[in-house]
Structure formats: structure tokens, C-alpha cells
Antibody, heavy 120, light 108 residues
Framework: VQLVESGGGMVQPGRSLRLSCAASGFNFGGYAMHWVRQAPGKGLEWVSSINWNSDTIIYADSVKGRFTISRDNAKKSLFLQMNSLRAEDTALYYC??????????????WGQGTLVTVSS | SFILTQPPSVSVAPGKTATITCGGHDIGSKSVQWYQQKPGQAPVLVIYFDTDRPSGIPERFSGSNSGNTATLTIGRVEAGDEADYYCQVWDSTSDHYVFGTGTKVTVL
């Protein structure tokens, strides 16, 4: 199982960025997926989750209305569209596989992350 | 929102036992996961469903969960166990995933 994030970079406040996660080594379309972020020197913060067929999507309050999670099962890819970015969105963003569908499951494995820096 | 509280740091001598707590209201009614994060690396799952270990995780790692506290116990601590540890639950009331505040384990 491998998860490889891309799309991070430095962006000005108020601008947009789209993260991607390429999955391999498992039946991507059979599992929920997540984005989790970690600000520099801080703890883990759950950002958003999407179930296997995209009909259940949830967001942390801190990003709701600004971020959009999506997936393409045919291309084994997960995305995070981030709009109206703020300085507090600066973090390493991890793509994470669920052990099943959404709910009381576990996050495993994690990608290596892609760094997003929001600064003027 | 549901809050999970962990001690910021735990120090332990090699060969001894490290105990990391994760406090939350009635956490015993939820399923708790634990993740290990070494410096510069992505988190790794070490305990799921309160007490279960993924393949490849040493038996020295064990978990328990009751009442308002979940616990990760690391027996016969080694230098390689030095890392940050996070607990995590699914809060069905808010439909949110929640991570604990994290505990830095230092091996003396």
C-alpha cells in the first residue's frame, strides 16, 4: 500500500490550492479516505473524510465551506481543493487510508505528506 | 466538540514501562486508536479497537479503555520507542474524528 501526496507549496492568503493523493497497492474504491494535517511543531488535526462512493463527506469545522474533498476511483486518486486559504492552514497535509468505511475504524497507512504554506 | 486530553510528556528509563493516558468524557464507550510518530516521519498505527495490535507492532505495546480514560502502555521501553503518541476516536455525535493533544515520550 502506498499513498503519495502532491500539490503543496507556498500560496498567498485568500488564494487556492489543490492537493492530490495517488494510491496504489490496494482496492482504492473499497475504502474511505481522509486528509489529516499537522501544523509545524503541533499535533494532528483531522481535516476531511470521504466514503468509498463519495456519498458521505465530512469536514472539520475549521475548514468547512472552504475545503472540498473528492475522489476518482478509476484513477485511484484523492483530492483536496482548498479555497480562501488562511495563515492557520499552514501545515503538512497527510493522505490517509481508512480500514473500512467511515466511523469507528482506524487510519492506516499514512502518506508522507505535502507541505502547504500560506504566507504573503 | 469532543476533547481528548493527553499529558504533554512522559519520561521513562530503558527497560521500564511507559504509560500514556488519553482522557475524554465516557471514552470507554468509544473505540480508541493510538498512533506513533517519530521525528520527521508520518504517524504509524500501533493500537486499534482499544487493544488490538497491527501486524509488525511488538507485543510490548498494549492498550486499554474504560470509563473516562484510555491508556497506551509500552513495556520494556527501548530507545527506538522515543516518539510522539496520539490517541484518536470517532465522535458519532458530531460525525467528526478527534485526535488527542499528543504525548512526547522521552527515553532517559
Amino acid at each position: 500500500v502506498q499513498l503519495v501526496e502532491s500539490g503543496g507549496g507556498m500560496v498567498q492568503p485568500g488564494r487556492s490550492l489543490r492537493l492530490s493523493c495517488a494510491a496504489s497497492g490496494f482496492n482504492f474504491g473499497g475504502y474511505a479516505m481522509h486528509w489529516v494535517r499537522q501544523a509545524p511543531g503541533k499535533g494532528l488535526e483531522w481535516v476531511s473524510s470521504i466514503n468509498w462512493n463519495s456519498d458521505t463527506i465530512i469536514y472539520a469545522d475549521s475548514v468547512k465551506g472552504r475545503f472540498t474533498i473528492s475522489r476518482d476511483n478509476a484513477k485511484k486518486s484523492l483530492f483536496l481543493q482548498m479555497n480562501s486559504l488562511r495563515a492557520e492552514d499552514t501545515a503538512l497535509y497527510y493522505c490517509v487510508k481508512d480500514s473500512g468505511n467511515l466511523g469507528s475504524n482506524w487510519f492506516d497507512p499514512w502518506g508522507q505528506g505535502t507541505l502547504v504554506t500560506v504566507s504573503s | 466538540s469532543f476533547i481528548l486530553t493527553q499529558p504533554p510528556s512522559v519520561s521513562v528509563a530503558p527497560g521500564k514501562t511507559a504509560t500514556i493516558t488519553c482522557g475524554g468524557h465516557d471514552i470507554g464507550s468509544k473505540s480508541v486508536q493510538w498512533y506513533q510518530q517519530k521525528p520527521g516521519q508520518a504517524p504509524v498505527l500501533v493500537i486499534y479497537f482499544d487493544t488490538d495490535r497491527p501486524s509488525g507492532i511488538p507485543e510490548r505495546f498494549s492498550g486499554s479503555n474504560s470509563g473516562n480514560t484510555a491508556t497506551l502502555t509500552i513495556g520494556r521501553v527501548e530507545a527506538g520507542d522515543e516518539a510522539d503518541y496520539y490517541c484518536q476516536v470517532w465522535d458519532s455525535t458530531s460525525d467528526h474524528y478527534v485526535f488527542g493533544t499528543g504525548t512526547k515520550v522521552t527515553v532517559l
